[in-house]
């Protein structure tokens, strides 16, 4: 039970993270014809029966536009939206620091 709900967790953390970045990033750059096009889509599925297709693709979008490696890339996007938007730390000069040393603070959290 505890693995499910980790991994429960960790489901929701990241859909959470997906929805921001698209809301905060993602939704600004895209044009108005392909916004037009996903709540197409959107009123398409809904009347099939089927929820939560626009959100699934503003989802894939945002992880297909993250450039280089996404696994690594990823990691400190989510770092940012853990201390700015969650914790609410304004700091520069402390996210600065965390975000230099983010490895060896995980590392030493982890033992």
């Known amino acids: 039970m505890g693995k499910e ?6 489901l929701r953390v990241m859909e959470l993270f997906l929805d921001w970045q ?10 108005a014809e392909f916004k037009q096009e996903i709540r197409g889509v959107q009123k398409g599925t809904r009347a099939r029966g089927l929820k939560g297709v626009r959100v699934l693709m503003e989802r894939i979008l945002v992880i297909s536009s993250y450039p280089g490696d996404v696994t690594v890339d990823m990691s ?3 770092l940012d939206f853990f201390l700015e938007d969650v914790l609410r730390i304004r700091n520069p000069a402390l996210l600065n620091w965390v975000e ?3 490895f060896a603070v995980a590392k030493f959290i982890s033992r």
């Open 5 to 10: 709900l980790g991994n429960g967790l960790l």
């Open 22 to 31: 698209y809301d905060t990033l993602v939704s600004k750059q895209i044009p």
């Open 76 to 78: 400190y996007a989510m």
């Open 100 to 102: 230099n040393n983010m």
